[in-house]
């Protein structure tokens, strides 16, 4: 400090208001000494001239005496001597500079250090190196680590099948993986910024935007769905979420995100949900026009850009009509309308003739369009595919068909929904006339139990519940579903025997028949026969049982009394002969009396081996 603070002194001016030069010496003094950082002064020849304690310890020497007056260049890393060197050369001409290099202390330690230095004018006019140098060993480290980390996960990312990406506080995206790129054929230069918004559908990009703006000033996480351009040009659904990122200060950084394909599991979810949108109309009786053209929208959200169409085959079985195809213009719709089935009748009318699917990727080209190919060209139909549609039982009901705008080939996926559709539509044809002959068979049924005098009753399959009972006057009707039919209609005594019996007839799925007691209408005990038969599906299961019960109280009470006089009848019986063998067993021992007497006996017995014995006088 003597050979530099002095000069330092000398140089300071004192000026009105400022402190005294002594005061100024000291003053810096005291940073020199308490500053954490080195602090050195080194001539242009590479002589140490000053360093201050902290300079000391790192390079590790207990006193400036030990190296003040010696070449700072023994303490630089070989490697980084010759840039040191020119450094100092610089800054000692005038110069101001910022360098790095390695420190070895004298106990051997390294650091990797960070110098800024400023040329400081002597009284000679010349210039030495009066520099702040602090160790960033630790810093260099970190951001080493930093920069391995990121370079492992550009590496993990760019691996991984999940397409990642990491944006900005601004919101900006500054990496994109390589899934991204080879999903969407977009290059990565491309998708950053805010150029990945170009690869989402139109129809779902102010949607994306929106939702990831929103999330962007809040801070919060988020997750969208919408469908990608891939790089085949076709859309896929997939599913964005993104979560925010803070530095070790809690600073916010921008997101860090994933984009999932889900484009399966989205059209199976669809898929489902329009199935269920389907036999929702169907089981409510809905229009078939309605059904219809809920089926050809459901073909078209599952094969975006296509259109789709359902024609019926007329009663005869010649010509298809039209049955929906609410996106087709409606001038081709009125011109295929009646077509004629036939060998060489387009995709519908030929899927109709053959009774089998047929596929045309090119109508211009397919000889099967040869009749029909200005009007596909016309309307801009450039393949179309079309499969028969059945009912369960096989009768050809009509064809569903798919259109598209280019020539296709066929796909597994489309073809799935084509085959989907036309079940369904098989369905929705089918069950209007199953529905109008369950009708008639059941104003047949109705007509047959009115002109009955029987009791008529339907039960569930496990005949836990009764829908329905047409009592006649013996029994309480019920028009609606009644579950604790046993305890309105079985005596107590009776369920067991009653009940078993319905098990019996569920285990074996038939007939189901008994007699037995029963509550009748007027709270009176009465007697029915009862028979039901059970109604089977397809597979044999039971769904329902049909069943019918006579009154048969007055022939119960009628067998009951004859029971009766019979059980009396035998019972008298029963009595008179036991009346006659004790006479017999009498007349016997009389008999006997009179033999032992001597006398002849008074009671012959026609049964007696001794019968009509001659009498003594």
């Known amino acids: 400090m003597k050979s530099f603070i002095p000069k330092v ?24 000494e308490t500053t954490p950082e080195c602090i050195k002064v080194v001539s242009a020849d590479g002589t140490l001239l000053q360093m201050n304690p902290a300079g000391l310890e790192m390079i590790e020497v207990d006193s400036g005496a030990n190296v003040v007056g010696g070449c700072v260049y023994d303490v630089i890393d070989p490697k980084d001597r010759e840039a040191f060197r020119d450094f100092n050369e610089r800054i000692c001409s005038g110069e101001s500079g910022v360098l790095k290099f390695d ?10 250090m960070e110098t800024h230095a400023v040329p400081l004018k002597q009284f000679d006019g010349t210039y030495v190196q009066l520099a702040l140098t602090r160790d960033v060993t630790a810093r260099e480290r970190r951001d080493e680590d930093i920069r391995e980390s990121e370079a492992q996960f550009r590496s993990m990312a760019n691996d991984a099948p999940t397409m990642l990406w990491i944006t900005e506080p601004d919101g900006s995206c500054s990496f994109l993986s390589r899934a991204w790129c080879q999903h969407t054929g977009q290059s990565e230069d491309a998708g950053l910024g805010f150029g990945w918004l170009d690869r989402v559908h139109p129809d779902d990009r102010q949607r994306a935007a929106e939702v990831f703006r929103r999330a962007n000033e809040r801070r919060e996480a988020f997750s969208f769905d919408c469908r990608l351009r891939s790089a085949d040009g076709t859309y896929r659904w997939a599913i964005d979420s993104g979560r925010p990122r803070f530095d070790d200060s809690g600073a916010f950084v921008g997101f860090v995100g994933a984009v999932i394909d889900v484009h399966e599991r989205k059209q199976a979810e669809e898929f489902r949900s329009g199935q269920a949108r389907v036999l929702e109309m169907v089981t409510s009786e809905q229009p078939l026009e309605k059904i219809l053209e809920e089926l ?7 094969l975006p850009e296509t259109k ?14 039209h049955g929906a195809a609410p996106h087709l213009p409606a001038a081709y ?15 519908c009318g ?3 003739y053959r009774g089998e699917r047929v596929l045309v990727s090119d109508i211009q080209s397919d000889p099967l369009w040869e009749d029909f190919k200005e009007l596909g060209a016309r ?12 009912s369960s039982s096989g009768k050809l009901l009509g064809t569903t068909a798919i259109y598209f705008p280019k020539p296709q080939e066929a796909t597994s996926e489309a073809i799935e929904t084509l085959e989907a559709a036309a079940r369904f539509a098989g369905i929705a044809i089918e069950r209007p006339r199953a529905q109008m002959a369950l009708r008639e068979s059941e104003e047949r049924f109705r007509a047959l139990t009115n002109a009955s005098s029987d009791v008529v009753y339907r039960m569930n399959a496990d005949w836990t519940e009764m829908r329905m009972l047409d009592g006649r006057e013996f029994l309480a009707d019920t028009r609606e579903s009644k579950k604790e039919w046993v305890e309105e209609y079985i005596p107590l005594e009776e369920r067991p025997r009653v009940l078993s019996a319905i098990r019996q007839a569920i285990k074996r799925k038939g007939v189901f028949e008994m007699e037995h007691r029963i509550v009748r209408v007027d709270g009176s005990i009465g007697w029915t026969y009862s028979r039901a038969v059970p109604m089977l599906n397809a597979r044999g299961e039971i769904t329902e049982w049909f069943g019918a019960a006579s009154d048969v109280t007055l022939r119960k009470e009628a067998e009951e009394k004859l029971r009766r006089s019979n059980e009396e009848l035998a019972r008298f019986n029963r009595v008179a002969v036991d009346r006659e063998l004790r006479m017999i067993e009498l007349k016997r021992e009389i008999n006997d009396l009179c033999k032992e007497l001597n006398r002849p006996a008074r009671f012959p017995l026609s049964f007696d081996s001794s019968a009509n014995p001659s009498p003594k006088s």
């Open 9 to 32: 002194d000398r140089s300071l001016e004192t000026q009105e208001g400022q402190a005294s030069p002594y005061d100024q010496a000291e003053y810096l003094r005291a940073i020199f």
């Open 103 to 112: 420190l070895v202390g004298h106990r051997g330690t390294r650091r990797r």
């Open 296 to 302: 050809v929208l459901f073909i078209e959200k599952q």
């Open 308 to 321: 789709g169409a359902i024609l019926l085959l007329d009663e005869k079985g010649e010509r298809l009509l």
């Open 333 to 347: 719709n009125e011109t295929i309308n009646g077509i004629a089935v036939g060998p060489k009748a387009g995709s």
């Open 350 to 352: 030929t899927a109709a």
């Open 379 to 390: 309307y801009g139909l450039g393949a179309c595919w079309s499969e028969p549609i059945r």
